[in-house]
Structures are given as C-alpha cells and as structure tokens.
C-alpha cells in the first residue's frame, strides 16, 4: 500500500472514531443525573430541587431522561416538564418529605364550587406532578414512598379536608359551602390560602402522551397516579401497593392500563372516573385496562409478598363514582382480583356509560359483590338535564369463587332510565351462601344518592339482583354456594326483555331458582333448570 | 455483566425488602401469633378447602377489625373525607369516632 493511500484510510478510520465519539457524546448529553445537578440520594437531604435542576436543565436542551441512580431521595414536589423522562433506576426510592418541610408546592387557586373532592382538585401539592404537558414519561425499576400517611405529617396525605374546604365541595345531596367577595361571586379558593399539603404521588393533568412504566409506588397518598384530561396516557408494568386510591383516570382519553399489580385494601385499585375536576363535563373514552392483578391486602404485604387480607378489602376496579362526563369505548379484560370488592359499573351523575366489553376476570374471595352495575341519581354536577344512563355492555367468562352473602351481580337502573342492552355471557359464580328466609322476604328500596354497595344489605337474591333493566340477557351462567342458603338465586324486577339460556343455579328445597317478581316482560327462558321454557 | 447491573440488580433486591411484614409475631404477642397463623392458613388452605380458608379469613378480620385492634382516628378521617361527613349536628352519630370497618363502609 501507497503511503498516501494509507494515510486516507487512516483518516478515514479517524473521521469514523470522531463521528462515533460525537453520537456518543450526543447520547450522553441526552441524560442528566441528578447528582450532577447536586442531589445526594442520602435519604436525609431534600433532593427535589436539585431532581427539579435537573429536568430543567434537561428541558432547556429540547427534552431528554433525568436519571435517578440508586439511592434514597427525600424530596418535595418535583416538577415535570415536556419531553422529559423521569427515569427512576432500579435502587433509586424517592422518598416523600415530611409535611412539616414544606416541601410541597403550593396548591393552585382554584373558583368554587367543586363538585369533586379536593383530591381531585388540586395538583400541585403532588410529589411529582405535571400539567399541560407533552411527552412525559416516569420510567424505572425504582420506587416512590409517599409513606401514605392519614395527617400524621410524615408524608403523603391520604385525607384532604383542607383542601376540600378550599375547594367549596359540594356534598352530597348538598348545596356547596360557599364564601363569596363583595362581588358576590364566590371567593378563590374559598378564601382561604393556598396550602403546601402534599397528597399524591403522581399527578397529571391536561397532558398529552404520558407513560408511566416499571417504577412501584408504595403508599402514594390520596392517589398513587392520577391523571386528569389528558390524552394518550400508557400506564404498564407498574406495581403500586397503597392506603387510598390506587391509579385514578379521571376524564381521559386514549388510555391503556395493563401489566400492573395494584394493592389498595383501602380504596379502590382502578377507578375510571370523569369528574367535573377540569369546569366541564369531559367523558372518559377509548380505555384498555388488561392483564391487572387487583388485590385487597395490607399495605405493604403484596411488595413483601405476605399477602395479608386487608382489614377492608376494597382493591376493586371500579367506573365512578365521579360520572359527570360519562364513559364510552372501554375494554376490560384478563384481570385478577384477590381479597378485594368485585367490578363496579356507575354512572350516577347524569352521564351516560356505553360501549363496554368486559372479558377473561377472575374473582376470588370477594368482598360484598361481583359484579355492581348502577346508574343513580346522585347528580354531583352542575346542569345536569338527563338522568344518568348505561347501555351496551357485555360482560362474559367471568370466575368468581367465594362472593360474600350480599348477592353475587347487583344490577340497579332508574324507574325512568332503566340500563339498556345488557349481556352476561358465561358467568360462574359461586357465593359463601348464608342467606336466610327472611333475607328472601326482604323489601330492596330503590338506590338513590351515593351509591353504596351496603344501601340495602343483603339482598334478597343470593346470585343475581336485577331491577330496572331494557334487554337483558344471561347466559351459561352458573350459580351455587358454600353454605345453607335459603334466597332464590335470582331475582328481577321491572325488567323489559329478559333472556335466561341455560342458567344452573344451586337452591334449597322449595326456593325456586328464579323469582320474577315485579312487572318482567318480553320473558324467554331455555334451558334452564328449574324454569320453564317459554315458547 | 457490568459491575453496574450487579449494583442495580442487589438494589433492586434489597428495595422490595422495603415493604415491612404487617403481621410480624412478635414473641409474646398472642394476638399477632394468631393472625400469622389465621394468614398461613388461609393461604394453606384456599386450594383444598376454600370454605375453611375463608373461614380463617373471616376470623383474621374479625381479629383485625375487633375493637381496640386499630387507631380509632384512622376511621374517623376515612369517614369523615367524606363531604358533608364532618356536619355533626347533622349526623351526631358520627360524633367522635367509629370503627375503621365503619369508615369504610361509609366510603364504598
């Protein structure tokens, strides 16, 4: 070889080390440690303002990951920004400030009335929070402690009375405790001063594209995520065990949830919700929530894997209460549920709740029900002109094995709205039994208000509770129980289209399977043990 | 394997040591014995005789929701987030405190 010759190729070698070396660079430049934005990770320093450098050092250059090495950060609120991923590594924990550092941010003013908890009306008291923003992710093996206290200051609050007597809350069924200014008009914030009251975990509002993945949250507070208005949300693989709310999608679209274990013996696990937190009425549509395990244990014990039944047991997925804009486009399916309250559909603020297929479930262990589907009149919302409806839901190949006494399905319309186009395809249910005679005779009063599960007790159908339905359709459904039982094991009432195929049901001599016992037209049964066929 | 992944990897193992047993025995302590035990017999049971595990499960809440078993200002707080939940003129009932069970049951 030529000496010029080998001089270009060795220029050339040279040109590809530099070009390596700048892409590497450019990599490197993309990530910000927040050590080297002065954060000790001692678990004893207050680490947010430094994890805040960080992200805004990195939101100057266009966006990029903030890294959290392992370590223990104490941190105050931590604001996100667009285009940053807060990346959370495997042995990092950030770790909730005590109250009394004053750490949190200050709530934001907000004009009464509220319609929503305080919870749901103010963010910026979060541990880490964003608002209207794009691209935002939190990813990483590591851990957030909210250390999810009730108001013993030593982190997250799970209870929020200040803040709803900031925020006027309307209660229920009652008007809103309003001050008003010389004006007339009702006062910011109640008139009283903003608060640093940190009480969730992770808190976005109006953001676009968010994903949360991998990291854990441990005691999160009011709310271990929640997310409000916003559109493309991706929540996977996250593991949250806490003492209030779980994850809370509240007036969102475009949403997935799937892969994640959520623990909330307290409260419930998933909550859908669509309040009027942002001053409208925004539906939430186009969810997917699939492969969830939702548990009641005791904080702490699903992590430390004793799983422990929870004092409580709530850990349910549950659509409302807050239903003021409604839910449409929503699928459920392959979830688990341990030790928890069963699915719970409501739509009670005048809302509609439509176009939902629900699929692959299994229950076991069930605390008060398996399956709650209501509309109500609880109309906690402005303007509200239509009662609540609920049509198009299909719910099939559901499992679930030891329901408590309370009633296996609870279906509950309006006498005006009945809930339309109802399906339960392929149901097992087996009940711990217990009804008595006299839980057979018993008068249901209509639902009204809140609804609670409890409203009436135990039911006077051990398996199926039905009243105020258009078209409804059972079948391959199975029902039995543990202990004696003396309650039919279903039971319908102002029911217009009423299809029963090949409905087994367990029931005490001299119980009859099926009780129609108000006012059930356009009735077809097939193969039905115990109820004759219909022509 | 970098020495880095070892790192994160041992970090991660000892961030799920995290979450502290809720129910430790801890010597002469009768009362969470007996829960550990009702738990262990749950568990041990669910698969072969779901009646007798729930029954035990029955009996751990009942001992975990028995009275003096929890802080009684922890239902109080659980109710009364519940708006208009602090009125106690209007419900006197809720004067004070109630069970944790209770609270709950006001919330779901």
Request: net charge neutral; glycine share 10%.
């Amino acid at each position: 070889m030529k000496p010029k010759n080998r001089l270009s190729i060795g220029l050339l070698c040279l040109g590809v080390f530099l070009a390596l070396l700048g892409s590497a660079r450019a990599d490197t430049s993309a990530l910000f440690n927040v050590r080297d934005h002065g954060a000790t990770g001692d678990g004893k320093t207050l680490d947010h303002l430094a994890i805040n450098k960080a992200i805004e050092a990195a939101a100057a250059t266009g966006g990029g990951t903030v890294w959290v090495p392992a370590g223990r950060y104490l941190s105050g609120s931590i604001r996100m920004k667009s285009n940053i991923e807060l990346h959370i590594d495997a042995g990092a924990v950030i770790v909730a400030a005590p109250q009394s550092a004053n750490a949190y941010d200050e709530t934001e003013e907000f004009k009464p009335p509220a319609y929503q908890d305080g919870g749901h009306t103010y963010f910026r008291n979060s541990l880490i929070y964003g608002i209207g923003l794009e691209n935002v992710s939190i990813t990483g093996h590591g851990m957030i402690d909210g250390l999810g206290a009730w108001d013993s200051g030593d982190g997250l609050f799970a209870w929020n009375p200040i803040l709803d007597r900031m925020s006027g809350c309307a209660s229920e069924g009652e008007r809103p405790v309003l001050k008003l200014g010389p004006d007339g008009k009702p006062l910011p914030n109640n008139g009283l001063p903003p608060v640093r009251r940190g009480n969730k975990a992770i808190a976005f509002k109006l953001c676009k594209n968010v994903l949360v993945r991998d990291v854990t949250i441990f005691r999160g507070g009011h709310f271990a995520l929640i997310v409000t208005g916003c559109d493309r949300v991706t929540i996977d693989n996250v593991t949250v065990d806490t003492n209030r709310d779980g994850i809370n999608v509240d007036s969102c679209r475009n949403v997935m949830i799937s892969n994640s274990r959520i623990n909330a013996p307290y409260d419930d696990a998933i909550t859908p919700k669509s309040s009027y937190a942002l001053g409208e009425h925004r539906i939430t549509e186009n969810l997917m929530i699939t492969n969830c395990l939702v548990t009641g244990y005791e904080v702490g014990s699903l992590l430390d894997g004793t799983r422990v039944p929870g004092k409580n047991q709530v850990g349910r997925i549950k659509f409302g209460t807050e239903s003021s804009g409604g839910f449409r486009n929503v699928t459920i399916t392959n979830c688990t549920f341990h030790c928890s309250m069963g699915l719970a559909l409501m739509s009670v603020d005048g809302a509609v709740l439509e176009n939902f297929t629900i699929s692959n479930i299994t229950m076991t262990d069930v605390r008060k029900y398996g399956i709650h589907i209501t509309t109500g009149t609880r109309n906690r919302s402005p303007d509200v002109t239509k009662p609540s409806r609920m049509r198009n839901v299909d719910i099939s190949n559901i499992v679930m094995d030891g329901v408590d006494k309370m009633a296996g399905i609870i279906i509950t319309g309006i006498p005006e709205q009945p809930i339309e186009n109802l399906r339960l395809e392929n149901i097992r249910l087996i009940t711990r039994g217990g009804g008595t005679r006299k839980d057979a005779q018993k008068e249901i009063p209509e639902q009204g208000g809140y609804p609670k599960a409890v409203w009436a007790g135990d039911l006077s159908a051990y398996g199926i509770f039905a009243r105020h339905v258009k078209n409804l359709e059972l079948s391959d459904i199975s029902i039995t129980y543990e202990r004696p039982e003396f309650r039919p094991a279903a039971r319908f009432y102002n029911i217009d289209g009423l299809r029963l195929v090949n409905l087994n049901a367990q029931v005490a001599e001299g119980v009859n399977v099926a009780e129609f016992a108000s006012d059930v037209r356009r009735l077809v049964v097939r193969d039905s043990a115990g109820i004759p066929n219909t022509q | 394997m970098s020495g880095r992944f070892l790192a994160a990897l041992a970090a991660t193992a000892a961030l799920f040591q995290l979450g502290t047993p809720v129910v430790s025995a801890a010597p002469g302590d009768a009362r969470e014995r007996e829960l550990t035990r009702l738990t262990d017999d749950y568990y041990r049971l669910l698969g072969a005789d779901p009646v007798a595990a729930r029954a035990a499960r029955d009996r751990h809440t009942a001992l975990v929701n028995g009275p003096g078993a929890q802080p009684p200002f922890f239902s109080y707080m659980l109710g009364s987030q519940w708006p208009g939940a602090l009125n106690e003129e209007k419900f006197p009932s809720r004067k004070g405190t109630f069970s944790q069970f209770q609270g709950c049951e006001i919330m779901v």
